[in-house]
């Protein structure tokens, strides 16, 4: 059986390998697939301000804790400052908001959702307040420095509300220039990573500044049919022809297969499922392990194909560029 937990630099928390992401989570199931994914054994949630269902996720994991299935501290929570809020007058009130929407007296890891500031949008004008200012066709930015955003992120650890912090989205450039000033490295960074975008030398630094990288949308194209051209375009990973016989040689699901590959790098995953049984065989992926040769097949389909870029939904931010 492998290691399913890393350490973290500065705390020393362990966090685990596997985890479920919330992102498309309807608000409507949310409670009840929290709560079935904890019966299922996922022990890390990924949220964000942005997924707009923080309120029926902590009623899920509120649930478990109450009738036993777990204890608070045996779950290691995840969630994300949204754009609008990296002025320094913005970053504890949002991260308030959100921990009282989850209902947890600390978040395990706060990340920066993206290294973007967007114009302030208040609460009471959209929650949450996506990409666009309220009646605007365009992102606006807001002169928000990241070193004043990363400094109240810090006091939210200094002050026991937020155990880690992190970043999501940053390039080497991004983070170089935060490793100038903080006072607290970053614990992660949540970065897009599958076969066709494997992000070898991003992560292969990252790891080496001592900062553990967590893959997103670790099944490619699925999760952007609905929103970009590049989503519709791609072959589905899920349904590749080399992924499946690997699949198939190992007895295992092509979904398994994709995150065994993150983890065999060290890499957590975070895969989202509304279904409970791909949710379990999701999550069973630390008995057994790929061949030499599969790892070095899964590595000819890297196409430098990127899905979540916020040019590729018409946003006119060239950010990966
Ligand atoms: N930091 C960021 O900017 C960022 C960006 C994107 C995502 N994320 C995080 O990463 C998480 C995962 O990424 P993602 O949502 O893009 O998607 P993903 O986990 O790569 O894929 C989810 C899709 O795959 C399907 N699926 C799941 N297990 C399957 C299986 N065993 N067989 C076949 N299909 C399966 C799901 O359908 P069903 O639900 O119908 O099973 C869903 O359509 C998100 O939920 C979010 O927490 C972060």
Redesign the pocket.
Known sequence: MSTQHVTLNRSGDKMPLMGF?????ENKDAEQLIYDAIKCGYRLF???CD?GNEVEIGRGIARAIKDGLVKREELFVVT?LWNTFHSKDHVRPAFEKQRKELGLDYIDLY?I??PVPLKYVAFDQAYPPGWYGVGQKKIQFERAPMHECWSEMEKLVDDGLARNIGI??FNVQAILDLLTYCKHKPATL???I?PYLPQKRLVEWVQAQEIHITA?????P???VSLTDDGRSAEPL?QNDAISSIAQKKNK????VLLRWAIERGIAV??????EE??K??HDVFSWSLDDDDKKQIETLNKGLRF?NPDSYGFDLPLFS
């Open positions: 992401g919330c992102w498309k989570v990924d949220n964000a997924y994300k990340l959702h993206f999501s989205n949540q970065v897009e599958h997103y949308s670790s099944f490619g699925g999760s952007y899920l699901t092509p979904a398994q975070i895969p989202k499922s509304s279904h791909r949710m065989s999701n979540n």
